[in-house]
């Protein structure tokens, strides 16, 4: 479970993000949808401890982040927006390392790498050095590293970004598998139809402000359209920065 209240970041002169709230439930995939700029990035930045906000709260399973930020790291697995391999290391060996610097065992390690393997398909590129690496093979990886662990919470950036039609229905096959895990699911996108098609929960960030939080449904319905894609243009204000 993922809280934030009132969460604001500004660089300067600019407001990236303006008193974001809202929370993502276990079980659940919710979207944090948004156009380019809309303060995504810097929101899921203050959520796993990376960037300090001005004001305001986050909460993950209860514990807050400025008070424990180790304990709250435990307790998520982060796909960042700069994936960061290490290029000399396997796609395995760079999985074991963050495995170790979570202070687990080289027996869980290695039991979990084989169900990370079979959930995201990764048997042909597990032992090849991650060098030369497409951007599909890159994503597993690094998310792979993410989940080492086991977290409850998952939070993804873009998680689809540069990925090809097939390796996209794949990744949204693995985010609903999370999500049967019971875990919370938390990805962010400028995709409309990547959360129509995945999550329960729809929060729509817009000149860092929170413009809408609701189901699909009842999205649709608040915006008195019949499709999504014109719900997210009457919320937003504008189509502009959206993919169709
Ligand atoms: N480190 C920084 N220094 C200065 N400005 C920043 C910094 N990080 C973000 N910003 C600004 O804050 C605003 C929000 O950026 P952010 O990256 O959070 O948006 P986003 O919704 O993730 O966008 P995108 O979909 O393009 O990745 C933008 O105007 C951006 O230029």
């Known amino acids: 479970m993922i809280e934030l209240k009132g969460l604001t970041k500004a660089f300067g002169e600019v407001k ?31 959520l796993y401890t990376l960037m300090k906000p001005d004001q305001g709260q986050v909460l993950v399973d209860g514990i807050d982040a400025a008070v424990d930020p180790i304990a709250v790291r435990k307790r998520l697995g982060v796909l960042p927006d700069a994936r960061g391999l290490y290029k000399r290391l ?5 999985i074991e390392y963050f495995g170790r610097l979570q202070g687990m065992d080289e027996a869980t390690i290695a039991r979990r790498i084989d169900g990370l393997v079979k ?12 060098d030369g690496f497409s951007q599909g093979q890159r994503v597993k990886t690094a998310i792979a590293r993410a ?8 939070i993804l950036d873009e998680p689809t970004n540069g990925l090809d039609v097939m390796a ?3 990744m949204r096959d693995f985010l609903r598998h999370l999500k049967a895990e019971g875990r919370c699911v938390l990805f962010s996108s400028h995709i409309m139809q990547e959360v129509a098609a995945l999550c329960d929960r729809i ?3 817009a000149h860092g402000h929170v413009v809408a939080d609701a189901s699909p449904d009842a999205l649709r319905e608040q915006a008195g359209t019949t499709n999504l894609e014109d719900a997210f243009v009457k919320v937003i204000g504008s189509a502009e920065g959206l993919a169709a």
């Open 16 to 46: 990236a993000v303006d008193g974001v709230s809202f929370s993502a439930r276990d079980g659940e995939i919710t979207g944090l949808l948004g156009p380019n700029g809309a303060g995504k990035t810097t929101t899921l930045r203050m």
């Open 90 to 94: 396997s796609s395995r060996e760079n």
């Open 119 to 130: 959930a995201l398909d990764m048997g042909e590129i597990i032992d090849r050095r991650t």
């Open 147 to 154: 989940l080492i662990h086991d977290p409850k919470n998952c």
């Open 168 to 170: 996209t229905r794949a």
């Open 203 to 205: 929060v729509v960030i």
